[in-house]
């Protein structure tokens, strides 16, 4: 320990932070990617019933050459991809609504209506109830209702983030372009828009993320042509965990932890 | 920025601009459809559950009858506290003490992680540190469960550390250590994005003054950093509470029966006792429970809109 280390001891100072707080911190870390990591080791582990401390590729070549895990991922990238467009346009439209137009004055309910209730209310509530309400009208369980289901499901996040970036927009840019003779379209087509590309992005990227690993709604309004990954995982975990349910995992992880992280980086 | 001038291209186009920059035209435009998909899609759907759990059999065209709700709490042994008689009472009851136990535990965890975010990490790690925290809550929750099982079963990675420090096998998983474990595990997040963003704000001097002034490291968190701190873990704790009290796959999984919670048996109702009435009203006693919560907190003064600012997730 050097002198000034002494004597900043003495003196009591808080530059740093005190060993506990820093293994508490680090505890928590380990606790957030531990499980994380286990997955990843055991769809390395030769093991079938726990690990044996052999690596193998033996479950990533069994999960390429079972279709049924295939299709899975590519009907679920496929339900993914509709649902980020269809959940982006709207929530791009709603946010200029919510955090824009004059009209109406009071947006406190129809923000509670839009977005508050569906982030509120559990999901596996909603799930049940889209069940019902598909079977009612004789549409049954497939695409379709996973598609509605997750719009649903990734709107609102999708609005949030596209009206936070309408709220920080510089209007000044907008009066600019109309003032030099650019009409509203041209403003919205060249000004508007390429300042919320950022956030436009994000909400892209979390409606198709989210909408990836969503499990609860699909799980209710899947059916026997349509069944995506997760609710194929969740069979698989159910009945006695094979470890080809690691591997296609950890590809679920490897896209996910991509686009959650690019998103979460665009939308600072 | 190349804004082409659009003189010249005709009147039509001219006047639809102009009606169309009207206030009330662009707020209906922009809402109008959303707010229809919403009901239709959303909505009905979940009203339908109300409507189901008053009809005896089919919605409409069977009597309408309280019966599923009388099930839930059947008002005679109610009224003579027999327990026993009343099996989703107590499960309702166990979900929401599961729930309360997950969100202290939640809040402990979040103290000082979020502390040492706010306060103390370096400049140039904290946003990677908290995207850290931040990138799991986008990651399917399903996969994030079910790693526990390899972690918490007989033989699994605490057992077997355990055995081999010659200590007695605990057991972790198929009952309410597993649900507990696993919901603190993937709620966790909701705690500590709304408690960061108030210890980042916090003013270090006050802290520090403290400190000088001769308060113990125990009293400046007592009366400094909890009650300035107490918003957002209030939000957060909120979110948490409302969100285990609805968990369906955490218990399901890792739960076993002492670990089973309210959501399923309402899954239950639907998946494999095709008793829709009923499970619409187990529904529906479930969205009053979790509205309710929300409505009690709002009114006690909790700012719910700390509890979604940072995160969102996918749950």
């Not at chain 1, 999708?158 to 309408?166: F, S």
């Not at chain 2, 459809?33 to 909505?43: E, G, I, K, R």
């Not at chain 2, 399917?140 to 918490?152: D, F, G, K, V």
Request: net charge neutral; charged share 15%; proline share 5%.
């Amino acid at each position: 320990m050097s002198v000034a280390d002494g004597i900043r001891d003495r003196l009591g100072s808080e530059d740093g932070p005190s060993p506990g707080l820093t293994a508490a911190t680090a505890l928590t870390y380990l606790f957030l990617y531990g499980p994380i990591l286990v997955v990843v080791l055991m769809s390395f582990d030769a093991g079938r019933y726990g690990l044996r401390g052999e690596l193998t590729f033996e479950w990533y070549a069994n999960m390429a050459g079972r279709s049924d895990l295939i299709d899975a991922l590519l009907l679920s990238v496929q339900i993914g991809l509709v649902v980020m467009v269809v959940s982006t346009v709207l929530a791009v439209v709603a946010a200029f609504g919510l955090a824009r137009f004059e009209w109406p004055r009071r947006k406190g309910p129809i923000a509670t209506y839009l977005v508050f209730v569906p982030l509120t209310l559990p999901i596996i509530i909603y799930g049940i109830g889209l069940f019902v309400f598909f079977t009612e009208l004789g549409v049954g369980r497939g695409f379709v209702p996973i598609v509605i289901g997750h719009v649903m499901y990734t709107f609102p996040f999708a609005t949030l983030v596209v009206a936070a970036g309408v709220i920080d927009l510089d209007r000044t840019l907008e009066e600019a372009a109309m003032d030099l003779g650019a009409d509203p379209v041209t403003t919205f087509r060249e000004v508007t828009l390429p300042a919320l590309a950022p956030n436009v992005l994000a909400a892209a990227l979390f409606s198709f993320t989210l909408s990836f690993d969503e499990f609860l709604i699909s799980f209710f309004v899947s059916g026997a042509g349509a069944i995506p990954l997760p609710v194929r995982i969740w069979g698989m975990v159910r009945a006695d965990i094979e470890p080809e349910v690691y591997a296609i995992s950890v590809v679920v992880l490897i896209i996910s932890i991509t686009i959650a992280g690019l998103a979460t980086r665009l939308r600072r | 920025m190349s804004g082409e001038p659009s003189h010249g291209r005709g009147g039509v186009r001219d006047r639809l601009l102009e009606w169309s920059d009207s206030e009330v035209f662009k707020g209906s435009v922009s809402l109008g459809p959303v707010l229809a998909l919403l009901t239709v899609f959303y909505a009905i759907p979940v009203a339908l559950l109300l409507v189901y759990s008053v009809f005896a059999g089919d919605a409409f065209e069977s009597p309408l009858t309280l019966e599923h709700f009388a099930r839930f709490a059947d008002l005679s042994a109610v009224l003579s506290l027999s327990w026993g008689d009343l099996p989703y009472i107590r499960l309702l009851a166990r979900s929401l003490g599961i729930a309360v136990v997950v969100t202290v535990i939640s809040l402990a965890i979040s103290y000082p992680i979020t502390y040492y975010l706010g306060q103390h990490a370096p400049d140039r790690w904290k946003v990677l540190l908290v995207m850290l925290v931040i990138i799991p809550f986008w990651t399917s929750y399903l996969i994030r469960t079910y790693a526990w099982i390899p972690i918490l079963s007989s033989n699994g990675f605490i057992n077997s550390a355990l055995g081999f420090l010659g200590l007695p096998a605990l057991p972790l998983l198929n009952n309410y250590v597993g649900t507990i474990v696993g919901l603190v595990y993937v709620f966790v997040p909701f705690t500590i994005l709304p408690m960061y963003a108030s210890m980042d704000g916090l003013d270090s001097h006050l802290i520090e003054a403290a400190r000088d002034l001769g308060a113990s490291r125990w009293r400046v968190f007592r009366e400094v950093i909890f009650p300035l701190t107490l918003p957002g873990a209030l939000a957060g704790g909120l979110f948490v509470f409302i969100k285990c009290a609805a968990a369906y796959v955490t218990p399901a999984l890792l739960g076993g029966t002492s670990g089973r919670m309210f959501a399923q048996v309402i899954e239950t109702q639907f998946g494999s006792a095709f008793n829709w009435n009923f499970g619409a009203a187990l529904s529906v006693i479930l969205v009053v429970v979790v509205l309710g919560s929300l409505y009690v907190a709002v009114r006690l003064g909790v700012d719910v809109k700390r509890g979604r600012g940072l995160g969102g997730g996918g749950l």
